[in-house]
């Protein structure tokens, strides 16, 4: 017995759920690692190296300055994730009824290919927002500290546009 029926509303939300719990968590937890990463690209000077990014921003900003940058990369892989693994079984089973049942089986692979550029790319929509008040926090020093300081220092000074400049480079990447 299943716990839910294929393609059925809940089916999707556990998906959903999957994703969350997979992507969200999963990128909080190394915040750590991707903000020195992060200082490393922007100023290769001053961190050197993984090492040197860990212990200058010790010595900086305290412990608690590794976790800079933590609220927006949880809610935003949170997001991502719910649309990647939700929306690649919409697409999955939209594709595959296009298709027909002999022709899905035929072409699965490219079926299952489309469905995945097709959820990333709403996946990634739902990022971009978070994922540039993360960098900002995390890469300009005295720009901002908390999510809550980011967003509406972002939006009062670009405008809805400063969320989704980097959304061409996740579509790339």
């Known amino acids: 017995e299943y716990s839910c029926e294929y393609g059925s509303l809940k089916f999707y939300a556990l998906c959903g759920v999957g994703g969350v719990l997979s992507c969200g968590l999963t990128h909080t937890a190394v915040v750590p690692l991707d903000l020195v990463k992060c200082r490393m690209q922007v ?92 960098v900002r926090i995390q890469t300009q020093p005295g720009y901002a500290n908390t999510l809550r300081q980011a967003v509406p220092k972002m939006f009062g000074e670009e405008g809805i546009w400063a969320f989704y400049k980097g959304v061409a480079p996740l579509w790339m990447r």
């Open 43 to 134: 100023d290769p000077q001053k961190y050197k190296s993984i090492f040197n990014g860990f212990s200058v921003t010790i010595n900086e900003d305290g412990v608690r300055g590794l976790a800079k940058g933590w609220a927006p990369t949880f809610i935003g892989y949170s997001m991502q994730g719910l649309c990647k693994f939700g929306f690649y079984e919409v697409f999955k089973i939209l594709y595959g009824n296009m298709l027909g049942e002999e022709n899905a089986y035929l072409w699965r692979t490219s079926l299952y290919l489309a469905a995945s550029a097709s959820a990333e790319f709403f996946a990634d929509i739902a990022l971009a927002p978070m994922e540039a008040a993360k």
